[in-house]
């Protein structure tokens, strides 16, 4: 890109709508794990795009599929199937239903997926008024994932919003009650359950959550969790969607965390990852809920085929390229760094996340956990000077979340410059916000 181009791009940024960046970034190209901007800088993505490139930049097998794709047929409407479609769609039931008959529907974005899944449970629960989420869960920015998402501050939109019952989730970091676990004896659960009788009007349509809480904080949950939330949307009478978006696709270590945490929803929704870096999302459902009639959910572009065919390619290359080991073992290297970080550093307040799905939480203290918001923004903007685009929780500097989750196909070497360049900006973190070191005991 010449300079002129180069200029014409920033200057461009004045004009569009969207995300604001804070420091505007022009990428022109990547490879692999690294990104490149029009200045020629090189950094390592542990953003993955918005957790999208779980197989990197341009995986060479996933664009030879949409370059075969593209060369036969790149549109056909929803009523129409094509080979790819067929086999894709009966590959999803497979990986979600092990054995169990679920049937897939797709679209081009996560909201959209997760919208579905409403409608869906509406379909089958169809006296039901309300939905259940999780505090801090976020499900998309369409008007009724809204109102599934935590609360937007200055939510211009909050009046087109309702029927949600929000309970709070397993944060044992910030845990509502004041408890510990295992201790609490998953006092959240029976919480939720008691909140949800007597806040709804008749059993809700369903439960959708996370399993693991991106946008809100990269938050996991203890084991015993899953099941439980599980068994209780089953005595409610309530169906269970869970929103993969950000956790399938290997982003965990397994190809959905279903497979993690032995749990067998409803409804799995899915989507950044799906494509390889083309748009796709969508939703695998047990095949025995009622499904839609003609003119309930159909979208022109919904089945894009150059997608679809990407989609495939990206299964096989995470399948025939042993990734799902790849991301557990650097997913375990990387957590391991944090952890010494956490032991040695009073700013680091928490670590967690299962394979590359990485989150950091800085606090001011220990003992307060008084989140270290100021800190957590540096870190991110001093990181990306140095090479490596590191994520923050929700977004505007409303938590001190900071995200690892670059793509599975990172090398040793990258997972070693993360490391080293993220343990340097902790250090000067905890001098340049006053924040005490750890003291041995």
């Known amino acids: 890109m010449d300079e002129s181009a180069k200029s014409r791009g920033r200057q461009a940024t004045l004009y569009q709508w969207g995300a604001p960046q804070s420091e505007p970034m022009v990428v022109t190209r990547g490879s692999g794990a690294v990104v490149f901007d029009d200045q020629g800088n090189a950094y390592v ?61 797709f679209t081009l974005h996560g909201s959209l997926a997760n919208e579905g899944a409403m409608m869906l449970a509406l379909k089958n629960r169809s006296e039901s008024k309300n939905f259940v989420t999780l505090w801090d869960g976020y499900h998309g920015r369409s008007f009724a994932t809204r109102a599934m998402s935590w609360p937007h501050p200055e939510n211009s939109f909050l009046h087109f919003t309702g029927n949600t019952v929000r309970v709070p989730q397993a944060y044992c970091y910030r845990c509502p009650f004041g408890l510990s676990y295992p201790e609490c004896g998953m006092a959240c659960v029976d919480f939720a359950e008691r909140a949800i009788r007597a806040s709804s009007d008749g059993p809700p349509a369903a439960l959708i959550m996370e399993p693991v809480q991106g946008n809100g904080g990269q938050i996991d949950f203890p084991l015993p969790y899953y099941p439980a939330m599980a068994e209780m949307a089953k005595r409610l009478g309530m169906l269970l969607i869970w929103d993969e978006i950000q956790t399938g696709f290997g982003r965990v270590g397994e190809m959905f965390a279903s497979d993690l945490y032995g749990v067998k929803p409803d409804i799995v929704t899915f989507g950044k990852a799906a494509g390889g870096g083309f748009p796709l999302a969508g939703m695998v459902a047990r095949a025995d809920l009622g499904y839609f009639e003609e003119g309930d959910f159909s979208l022109t572009f919904g089945a894009f085929p150059v997608s679809i065919a990407a989609s495939l390619a990206t299964i096989r290359v995470i399948e025939e390229e042993g990734l799902l080991e790849r991301c557990r073992a650097a997913g375990t290297r990387i957590t391991a760094a944090m952890k010494q970080l956490k032991s040695s550093y009073e700013l680091v307040g928490d670590v967690r996340g299962p394979g590359l799905m990485i989150g950091v939480e800085l606090v001011k203290d220990a003992d307060s956990k008084e989140p270290a918001i100021a800190a957590a923004q540096w870190i991110v903007a001093e990181g990306k000077r140095r090479g490596v685009l590191l994520g923050e929780g929700k977004y505007g500097g409303r938590t001190s979340v900071v995200k690892i989750k670059p793509p599975m196909v990172i090398s040793d070497e990258q997972v070693e410059q993360v490391i080293d360049v993220f343990s340097s900006l902790v250090a000067e973190a905890s001098d340049r916000f006053l924040v005490p070191r750890r003291v041995s005991a």
Request: charged fraction near 25%.
């Open 45 to 105: 993505d542990c953003t993955s795009q918005a957790w999208s490139l779980n197989v990197g930049y341009g995986h060479p097998a996933v664009l030879e599929a949409a370059r075969q794709q593209l060369e036969r047929l790149t549109h056909v409407r929803t009523a129409f199937d094509t080979e790819a479609k067929l086999e894709l769609s009966a590959k999803l039931a497979e990986l979600v239903g092990k054995g169990e008959d679920y049937r897939v529907l």
